[in-house]
């Protein structure tokens, strides 16, 4: 399954691109994971540089008013997805503002880290970490623990 | 109010250091919060210490069982606290195998940033940038959009 996380402009806080960094290397090998950057801007502009970029992929966004999931549910729902041959899915970070009303409708699930609103590039590194965390359980490797 | 951050451990992840040294050196001025490392180890043993540094404290565990609130919540209890001149508040982020029931029990709240599990490290950053984002909402500055 390839996996493509969209975000809204590279990461300008040190730290935030050194945990992309980290993460993505990480990746290699264990998941087809792309990171792709939109253009940045308001948040009406970057939603739709985002729902362009996902045509054809399963669309979650990520959004602090969506479904939390545990770690557990995720890998169980991605589990599932790979059960139904779903072959593309998209993660998609907003900018600052966070997504339009259009993107959330438009998307097949909104995902939450939490009802805490989070800097955007924040949230960016704690979605990889997560997509990180699905494969080492996916497949049976020493990171995560319950 | 004075306000206390434990860990287990320094951050060893790169980027987990210069997150925590960022909103650590952006705290200042705003805010009374002093970050404190408790030596590492089993989850018994860390809570324990956790619960040691913490003593005099309204104790806030963090942990993924507990309550998650948004940061407009986080700002109301934070002035309810300031309201009952609560004078002393800890934080507590566990090891990488999380918090025991008697540091859970023994706490007056156990606050979520989401039912995923996250690299306790990365814990840590997201903690303190939201402790950062309530300060900057207090104090009326440009950082939250909601």
Request: hydrophobic share 40%; with cysteine.
């Amino acid at each position: 399954m390839e996996v493509l996380v969209l975000a809204a402009d590279k990461p300008s806080l040190e730290y935030a691109a050194r945990g992309v960094e980290l993460y993505k290397k990480r990746l290699r090998g264990l998941s087809k994971t792309e990171l792709r950057y939109v253009r940045g801007g308001c948040s009406k502009e970057v939603s739709a540089r985002l729902l362009r970029a996902s045509e054809g992929y399963v669309r979650i966004a990520v959004d602090e008013r969506g479904k939390n999931m545990s770690t557990r549910e995720l890998v169980n729902l991605w589990k599932e997805w790979q059960l139904n041959s779903v072959r593309r899915i998209a993660f998609m970070i907003g900018a600052a503002e966070g997504h339009s009303d259009e993107l959330r409708a438009a998307s097949d699930l909104v995902l939450s880290f939490g009802r805490h609103t989070m800097q955007h590039e924040l949230a960016l590194v704690v979605l990889l970490e997560q997509i990180y965390r699905v494969h080492t359980l996916l497949g049976g490797l020493p990171y995560h623990r319950d």
